[in-house]
């Protein structure tokens, strides 16, 4: 007998299962099912892994600095068999932890893969996770998909000889030369990982800078950091083709100058994780290879089918698809209500030297605003025995009338914690006299977000 249920949520990523979990403590019979791995890309193949590696990269510079401080250090040698053994156990730990918290909250569980057979009818077959699965189907009265993303390769010649993210955590060895395609997010952060660790690090991009999106100050500080990290940036430069010769690699880039390495790490993007879906058999309507569903409703073209997280290819983070995950469950089945300012999500890059930023951008506030900025670059405490060369850069975006603080952006030591905080400060709409009367906590970093006095420049709105 087919089974029916209120909700079935497809993909058990971060989204999923946090709207899996609500939807059944407020007392609906839920079903989700996952066809590669508990707990989805952050836990398995990003956020999770990804910042335990930047731990191991961590860990040199600071065994690096440590006889500048007293340490008698004697030389020593990464093991990376051993980080990608200790970082498999751990993330099979979660997965474990994953599945413990839906069964717990009364969910029942499908692993395989999901898609649809009309509008109410999901079919579960076989997958990566359960290859000899039996087809099964359910009926549904509410189904989410929360399926996720992948990596996108380009398309160019010699394409299938690089790797992608999802292959880089689980390399047999770590190569001595890599070359990286793309400076966003994944392509920044795996940059300083392989640096870190003792690898040489060609970093291809066609902007003028890193981080395409982000404030264009901190873009610039960041490019100047690129090669005190031992990266040899490519600004400007497009790949062409990728040659196998023997076991290197010849990257070829536009102009005629080519890399040699014994890794091509394509960071070139990720895409909406559709293609098992059958979206057609229920009438689900997509746009540009994303379905076109807000935040803070997830509503699709089709009356009971919802979109969640990076499919819908909005905000593409994990805090932000577990949001929309539970209000999209408390409103289907609880108490409506709970609200998140997603246009203040605050946004991490955990490079060598970490960035992180909420709020606007100033390219962005100049468009509807006045502007005063407030900006402050010094060498941090904890660089000033060891000499390493790098200084921190803080950035405020006031609004110059209401004097609203907009946006903060930092890229230095501990800028991801210290911006979180600061997320508070910009939500709640603080304004520059309300972080001028905080007084600082001293010796830190985080005290130059409230001691930053001097206009650095007014830039006033921009015509049109």
Known sequence: MMQDFDLFVIGAGSGGVRCARIAAQNGARVAIAERR???????????????????????????????????????????????ISAKDREIERLNRIYV???????????????????????????????????????????????????????????????????????????????????????????????????????LVFRQSHPLRGFDNELRAHLSELLPLNGIKAHPGRSPERIEKVGEIFRLHLEGGEVIETDCVFMATGRHPNLAPLKLDNAGVATWDGRIPAKPDDATTNVPGIYAIGDVTDTYNLTPTAIAEGHILAERLFGEPGREWSFATTPKAVFFSQPLATVGLSEEDAVQSHDVDIYTSSFTPMRQTLSGRKGKTLMKLVVDAKSQIVLGAHMIGPDAPEIIQGLAIAITAKLTKRDFDRTIGLHPTSAEEFVTMRSLTRHVPRKAG
């Open 37 to 83: 791995h508990w707990g989805g890309t952050c836990v398995n193949l990003g956020c999770v892994p990804k910042k335990l590696m930047v731990y191991a990269a961590d860990y040199g510079r600071e065994i690096a600095d440590a006889p500048s401080y007293g340490w008698d250090v004697a030389p020593v040698a990464h093991d990376w068999s051993k980080l």
């Open 100 to 202: 413990s918290m839906l069964e717990k909250a009364g969910v029942t569980l499908f692993t395989g893969d999901a898609s649809f057979v009309d509008a109410h009818t999901i079919e579960i077959g076989s997958s990566e996770l359960a290859p000899d699965a039996s087809v099964q189907r359910v009926r549904a009265k509410n189904i989410v998909i929360a399926t996720g993303s992948t990596p996108t390769r380009l398309n160019i010649p010699g394409a299938e000889h690089a790797i992608v993210s999802d292959d880089a955590f689980h390399l047999a060895d770590r190569p001595e030369r890599v070359a990286v395609i793309g400076s966003g997010y994944i392509g920044l952060e795996f940059a300083g990982i392989f640096a870190g660790l003792g690898s040489k690090v060609d």
